[in-house]
């Protein structure tokens, strides 16, 4: 561990704490900063100026990354008949109802997405205490409650990541993998940066992006100039 915290000691004297760093050099910094020895994540960090307690300001959503996130999605797909078709022939890993309905009430979570049609939601809702906590409930603002199976199992597959809005006022994103191109990485940025503006409610008041910063797994965080971003 005493070894893990000197490297990690070493890594963070490459950042200027003070500084807000254009997207360019913020990414470069986040490459030479990672220490571990695995392909680490690549994190958006975005401290907003809402209040998660009003409905009106709280923000949850999806966004397809242009590069993806360099990690396939295992999608499971509730829904029947022609639907369950669908999803199986755009590469859905599980579709079924009632029998996958029943392996989750006994612990299978062999998955990281689930998409089901409006007509199982009745069902899948009773699983809500077990997939609530977990984050894995479908929802119909993050697109994964919908009859467009297809739609949603591809955008899936391509790269669509989640956001959703902590009580502090944060949101936490993976936009890719350390051994990404500078140039795909700040791609990624820009995307989740923009739909971060777009989204932003009209009851928040004052300063909106008050802190925005890119870090790698185990990594120091390193803040990122709005301005930067924005220019383009």
Known sequence: MAKKSKSYLEAAKLVDRAKAYPIGEAIELVKKTSTVKFDATVEAAFRLGVDPKKADQQIRGAVVLPNGTGKTQRVLVFAKGEKAKEAEAAGADYVGDTEYINKINQGWFEFDVI????????????????????????????????????????????????YRVDRDGNIHVPIGKVSFEDNKLVENFNTIFDTMLKVKPAAAKGTYMKNVSVTSSMGPGIKVDPASVTAK
Do not use: S, Y
């Open 115 to 162: 998409v089901a049609t409006p007509d199982m939601m009745g069902e899948v809702g009773k699983l809500g205490r077990v997939l609530g906590p977990k984050g894995l409930m479908p929802n119909p603002k993050t697109g994964t409650v919908t009859f467009d199976v297809e739609r949603a199992v591809n955008e899936i597959k391509a790269g669509k990541v989640e």
